[in-house]
């Protein structure tokens, strides 16, 4: 049995919001799932004639109707009136359903995912953002399960929507962390080793949900429902990504017309920092001249030593966006990797830049720089996992 276990890197501190899910999903078991679920149905329940027919329909012969009777729990009526049901639609449903689990196991599983990944993406995104994420992502997912079973009276319920949502949220900002992975091997053989994050979910999405779907056929977990998730999730990262792109230097002059791109090469060329600044984001971002990396680095390093990391900080993933592969490509990403770090606290992110800017082969001075930082991110891991820059890459 393969257990993922934990991230890395995973800095210090409280992600309040993902340890309040983790702490309501739980509470909502114990008040709800326990009591209700040691209980037989009452059978007087309006609701229970429905649930039966229901399920007994749904399970196509699978189980004898006596027996269906007999191990109806109260928790069953209870899903079955506020988990969502494509056919039967509710919208508070939509909500509650994402707050219920069908056993311990169920609770389990997504909790421990929610766990390891919701906090990096709890710091990259803020608190309040990342609830909202995950409250629209979960109903995204369960809106996806209802436009591939539009007709299922089978209730829907569990956090793993959203969690599917965070995972790909998680998938699009954190391409080089790890994963730490468990194999157990009853009864003795216990080993831990490490993936690469992005790995580890593309295994998830490929192998645990879209597979199923192509190939399996009629099942029990709500594949459809961790697709959305996570393609809404991802999609959210790749916007939120975009439009940092945008950022604008605030109390810098900006030019009310753009003033080309030659402008501002020629005024980065002649030390005129400021004013190639003024030009640089005069226009939108789409009209935005392509600089090369040393301009980029020279720009960024102006703005961000004049108190404009977030505009620097455009303007070096703006860089790497639109230039790939070019020769000084690694002291942007190490100027970026820096800034993340360093101005704006947040060290997750800028491990992505540093760890690529080994890889680039940057100037000796600045490969020392690179592993500084990585050593400082290394220092605020909450549970170490090694020496992280000597981690397997994806």
Known sequence: MFLPIGDAPNPKGIPFVTYALVALNVA???????????????????AFPEYVEV???????????????????????????????????????????MFLHGGFLHLFGNMLFLWIYGDNVERRVGAIPYLFWYLFTGVAATLTFALVSPSSQVPLVGASGAISGVLGLYFVWFP?????????????????????????????????????????????VAHGAHIGGFVVGAAAAWVMERRGLGARPSGLEVPAKPAGPEAVREAIAEGRLEDAAAA????????????????????????????????????????????????GLAEAY???????????????AA????????????????????????????????????????TPRW
């Open 28 to 46: 909502v078991f114990l008040l709800f799932n326990v009591p209700l679920g040691s209980r037989h149905a009452d059978v007087s329940d309006p």
């Open 55 to 97: 399920m007994a329909r749904e399970l196509q012969g699978q189980v004898d109707v006596r027996e269906l009777v007999a191990q109806t729990s109260a928790f069953d009526l209870f899903s079955f009136e506020h988990g969502y049901r494509p056919a039967a639609p509710k919208a508070v449903d939509l909500l509650t359903c």
């Open 351 to 390: 491990y992505q830049y540093l760890l690529t800017a080994l890889d680039l082969g940057p100037r000796p001075e600045t490969a020392a720089a690179v592993r500084q930082g990585l050593a400082a991110i290394e220092e605020l891991q909450k549970r170490r996992v090694g020496r992280l820059h000597a």
């Open 176 to 220: 080089r962390n790890v994963v730490r992975m468990l194999f157990v091997l009853p009864p003795f053989f216990f080993q831990v080793f490490l993936l690469p994050a992005r790995l580890v979910l593309g295994l998830f999405l490929v192998v645990d949900n879209l597979l199923p779907v192509l190939f399996a056929g009629q099942s029990s």
């Open 280 to 327: 640089y984001f005069a226009g939108p971002p789409p009209a935005r001249c392509r600089l090369a990396p040393d301009e980029a680095v020279s720009l960024a390093t102006w703005l961000r030593a004049h108190g404009h990391a977030d505009a620097a900080l455009a303007i070096l993933r703006r860089l790497v966006r639109d230039v790939p592969r070019s020769q």
């Open 334 to 348: 190490a100027l970026a990797g820096a800034i993340l770090l360093e101005d704006r606290g947040e060290p997750t």
